[in-house]
């Protein structure tokens, strides 16, 4: 037994005596859930699949969280032998063991956190621990944590710890220190005692700050990294605006092309809406804003301090959320969105016996509009660029304007047409030098229909047309549900080129069918499915990892107990 | 290592009552930005139906969807209050408010933008249903959507109310 084996299992023994010291009081209850994907690969040349050298490959985990009054404990074991292709995001994984664990204890107004947490700093463009499980990103702080409620309404928290980085048989922790304080109050709770007034106004101020120690033989790079954000919310029960700035003092790292420009970003989005009718709108700009705790990361997903999300809608049809989603550039964008939700009523002209919904959106994304300074001159040059905050430069990565019609057109059907218009700068965000902006329509049709209480199909019909990137794709999905256990479905992708020009270069019409069987009784759930995967980007909030095409089994079990 | 920690994993074991799961303590926000402790949901000692669910998740939609349109019934025959926690993160969190509004939802809606909620309550992926009992205790959970599963739900919900 090595002595460091000895410190973690005395950890655990420690952790897991004062939980049971505690249970004198009061029952104390466990419980956690499972999930597992698995996948056996297939040899298809015809789309390029990867067939890893192990062709069986396997993610789980499995969480337990101990409570007992207020005394939390929890720990989630995790296993990739070997991780599925094109998984994690960033850097790789391996092994089995325990990648998190904590304990928590609450007090009237403290709470304490050892071990590690999650947390994040108003809408986390300053401070953002997060972990999406089916992208591989997990920045989990390791260290210590404390939140303070002093009276109501203000709420103080403070944190020190090191990031998680990869996991090989347990988390690895990436070198910087990460310690941050924030401050948030709610001005109606604390001094509108009465709830006279159904308006609100929330502030809130936060503080980070990074360490890592300068290796470097030739810069002198700043060991401490600071950055702070301010950000207000004003809301009526109409109108809800809420803006955040932030700044990041200069950060030399590896994908900024070590320049010692200071960073900033603003985030601004204001709503109103009513019964039937919602309105949104956005606006935001980061200029070099890429906060990691390592400022030579490997891959821009690992040890991101901050988050910075891209403003333009996530969607859920298959080909447009996973052939050309945005995905923020942290070094420097101005992005806008807006969108309207309209509900036309039963019984009125347009909304029948049933009602219609209508939502519409627009989204634009482009550069900053930045002059290059002087290569020669090492005091500017080091700088890297001028660039005049929100002003977007003449270089589109992104645009989309998409329409959504939902009617229900009888007690037993319901049918949905969208159309979307997408531009999409795959050089840029995709990383392909080169290759010509991708323009492209898309338009889908999703029916469902109940055939009993309990029995249901619905399908869709999408259409992709452009004549760049892979060119045209046709999608056709049927599945049938047997509330409340069963269901089956079909899909069938065909990428067919349609363009002289992209036939010259060797593409080929190309089919991707995959079946799928699932059965879900309560918490857990059962899927299998057999097929073609196209190679596409998987996106779970901001942030997007590349899948690659493979062809194959794969078996999906999630459990909750 | 391996001794110790089976000696301490069997103690502990030994003196974990498997009770019932309730609401645990995690903060979520109003949907005017104030901090709520998920813990202090209730109802008057009536069931609630907790459900998670995200603006760009489909099945979530078409569940909520469905079940608003027969909402007023339910709480009528039952009293049975519905709980939608969107786990929206900050890209899609200001779109929540307009969306629920605009698709004339008369749900109690919170965020859980970090995800704090849904991690305490160990959910694996939306949509996932939890349904508690008037003391709070979570009697039933259902993961996925399929059309039909809120006549599953809605039984389970008269049986409650039906015990009491």
Redesign the interface.
């Given at each position: 037994m090595s002595n460091r084996h000895f410190v973690k299992g005395g950890f655990l023994t420690f952790l897991l005596l004062s939980a049971s010291g505690l249970v004198a009081q009061e029952g104390g209850r466990i419980h956690g859930n499972f999930s597992t994907d698995a996948q056996y690969y297939n040899v298809d040349s015809a789309i390029g699949a990867v067939v890893p050298a192990q062709r069986l490959a396997a993610n789980a985990w499995a969480n337990l969280i101990y409570t007992n009054g207020p005394f939390e404990a929890g720990g989630r074991f995790e296993s990739y032998t070997p991780p599925l292709a094109g998984y994690p995001a960033g850097t790789p994984y391996s092994g089995s063991g325990i990648g998190y664990r904590y304990a928590k204890y609450r007090q009237d107004d403290l709470e304490v956190t050892v071990g590690n947490f999650f947390e994040q700093f108003g809408q986390g463009m300053i401070f953002r621990s997060y972990e999406e499980r089916y992208l591989g990103v997990d920045n989990a702080m390791d260290g210590i944590r404390l939140k303070y409620m002093p009276v109501r309404g203000l709420h103080l928290k403070g944190f020190i710890g090191q990031q998680r980085l990869s996991f090989a048989n347990q988390a690895v922790k990436g070198p910087g220190i990460v310690r941050g304080i924030d401050a948030e109050v709610s001005l109606r709770e604390l001094l509108d005692t009465n709830w006279t007034s159904a308006n609100n106004l929330i502030i809130g101020g936060g503080f980070v700050s990074k360490y890592q120690e300068d290796r470097d033989p030739s810069l002198v790079l700043p060991q401490n990294v600071a950055a702070w954000a301010l950000r207000a919310n004003f809301t009526t029960p109409r109108w809800n605006v809420y803006a955040e700035y932030a700044r990041k003092v200069n950060d030399p790292n590896s994908r900024n092309g070590f320049i010692y420009k200071e960073g900033q970003g603003l985030l601004v989005n204001a709503t109103y809406s009513v019964r039937g009718f919602g309105l949104s709108m956005g606006a935001h700009s980061f200029d070099n804003m890429l906060f990691q705790s390592d400022r030579a990361a490997p891959t821009p997903f690992d040890l991101n301090i901050n988050f910075l999300p891209p403003l333009a809608k996530q969607h859920t049809y298959n080909l447009p959320a996973t052939l050309y989603p945005y995905a923020t550039q942290p070094n420097g964008e101005v992005s806008a969105q807006g969108e309207l939700f309209y509900k036309w009523k039963k019984g009125t002209k347009l909304g029948g016996k049933y009602g219609t919904k209508v939502a519409v959106n627009y989204s634009v994304a482009h550069a900053l509009d930045t002059t290059r300074l002087g290569a020669v001159d090492d005091t500017t040059s080091r700088l890297g660029y001028r660039t005049a905050f929100l002003s977007p430069g003449h270089r589109r990565y992104f645009q989309d304007l998409n329409v959504e019609v939902r009617k229900r057109v009888s007690s037993t059907w319901e049918f949905a047409l969208t159309y979307l218009n997408v531009w999409y700068d795959i050089d840029i965000i995709q990383g392909k030098p080169g290759e010509a902006p991708v323009h492209a329509d898309i338009l889908i049709l999703e029916g469902l229909h109940n055939f009993t209480e309990r029995n249901s199909v619905r399908f869709e019909v999408q259409h992709l047309s452009t004549r760049e990137d892979h060119g045209n794709w046709a999608t056709a999905l049927a599945e049938f549900t047997f509330s409340p256990h069963w269901f089956v479905a079909a899909m069938d992708q065909f990428n067919y080129v349609g363009s002289e020009k992209l036939e010259a270069k060797g593409y080929e019409a190309l089919h991707y069918p995959v079946g799928s069987v699932g059965y879900i009784r309560g918490g857990n759930r059962f899927q299998v499915n057999y097929g073609r995967q196209r190679a596409g980007i998987f996106c779970v909030g901001g942030v997007c990892r590349q899948v690659p095409a493979a062809n194959g089994l794969t078996l999906s079990i999630t459990s909750t107990f | 290592?391996r001794y110790?920690?089976t000696?301490?994993?069997s103690?502990?074991?030994s003196?974990?009552?498997?009770?019932q799961?309730?609401m645990?303590?995690a903060m979520v926000q109003t949907?005017?930005?104030?901090?709520v402790d998920a813990r202090t949901f209730s109802n008057n000692g009536k069931p609630i139906i907790v459900n998670f669910w995200a603006?760009?998740?489909?099945p979530c939609k078409?569940e909520l969807s469905t079940i608003a349109d027969k909402y007023d019934q339910w709480q009528k025959e039952t009293g049975v209050k519905l709980i939608a926690v969107s786990i929206?993160?900050?890209?899609?969190?200001?779109?929540v408010?307009?969306?629920?509004?605009?698709?004339?939802w008369d749900y109690e809606v919170y965020l859980d933008?970090?995800?704090?909620l849904k991690?305490?309550?160990?959910?694996?992926?939306v949509p996932?249903t939890f349904l508690l009992n008037g003391k709070g205790e979570v009697v039933?959970?259902?993961?996925?959507y399929?059309?039909?599963?809120e006549?599953?739900l809605y039984r389970k919900v008269q049986e409650l109310v039906g015990r009491k």
């Open positions: - | 290592m110790l920690t000696l301490a994993f103690a502990f074991l003196i974990v009552s498997y009770a799961m309730r645990p303590s949907l005017d930005g104030r901090k603006t760009w998740c489909a078409r929206d993160d900050a890209r899609s969190m200001a779109r408010k307009p969306y629920v509004d605009g698709q004339d933008p970090n995800g704090d991690r305490a309550l160990n959910v694996n992926n996932h039933y959970q259902h993961n996925n399929e059309p039909g599963d006549n599953e």
